[in-house]
């Protein structure tokens, strides 16, 4: 295979109300598209894209979709790209949250939160692998694009860099930001770049 650079594009800001926000398909901001917008136009000048990918909510699908067709380029959309499944919880005010669980944010970071109807962070990390290794091995081109969610994004770059789930957390890549590896089938990936959007 040769190599590639991959670019992991976080969606931008959206009105989630103080509600926790997995798979609740809320809708960007306008601010938060304009921020997506600004990071694009850097990503495509680094170099042409040459195929996408993106989560199925709203907030990163519809933004795919826009820009896929604007470049011509191929867009996978996959459900295994979505964000982490809260189940139950979705939905409930973070606040009321944090009063009757104070614990959920590092028990969730440390991969030992159990949620009502919602799926295990072993499953979570299983299922955005999967979708990972599926489009690599079909998309083609030097430029791959993947426009997703913030824990997407970490557990990519724990996999991919070769790094524990805490210190991959330590990448923070902000809303409507992106980060860009480059990578060599048999190598470790290398971070090339780590930035947020461009102030409007």
Same mark, same amino acid.
């Given at each position: 295979m040769n190599p590639y650079t991959l670019t992991l594009l976080r969606h931008g800001e959206i009105d989630h109300q103080g509600l926790l926000t997995g798979q609740r398909d809320v809708p960007l901001t306008t601010e938060g598209g304009a921020a997506m917008d600004r =990071? $694009?136009?850097q990503i495509a000048a680094l170099a042409p894209v040459s195929s996408m990918a993106t989560s199925p +909510?709203?907030?990163c699908r519809e933004f795919a979709v826009r820009r896929a067709l604007a470049a011509s380029v191929p867009l996978k959309v996959d459900e295994r790209f979505a964000e982490?499944?809260?189940?139950? $919880?979705?939905?409930?005010? &973070? =606040? @009321? +949250?944090?009063?009757? @669980?104070?614990? $959920?944010e590092q028990a969730w970071q440390t991969g030992k939160l159990a949620l009502p109807g919602g799926e295990s962070p072993e499953r979570f990390h299983t299922r955005v692998l999967s979708g990972f290794s599926e489009w690599i091995a079909a998309s083609r081109g030097c430029h791959r694009v993947l426009v997703t969610h913030g824990a997407v994004i970490t557990t990519l770059l724990a996999e991919l860099l070769d790094m524990e789930l805490a210190v991959a957390r330590l990448i923070t890549v902000q809303p409507?930001?992106?980060? &860009? +590896?480059s990578i060599l089938q048999a190598h470790p990936a290398y971070l090339m770049r780590l930035d947020a959007p461009l102030p409007g």
């Open positions: =990071s $694009w136009q +909510l709203a907030r982490f499944d809260f189940g139950d $919880w979705d939905g409930r005010a &973070q =606040s @009321e +949250l944090a009063t009757a @669980e104070p614990h $959920w409507g930001g992106f980060v &860009q +590896l």
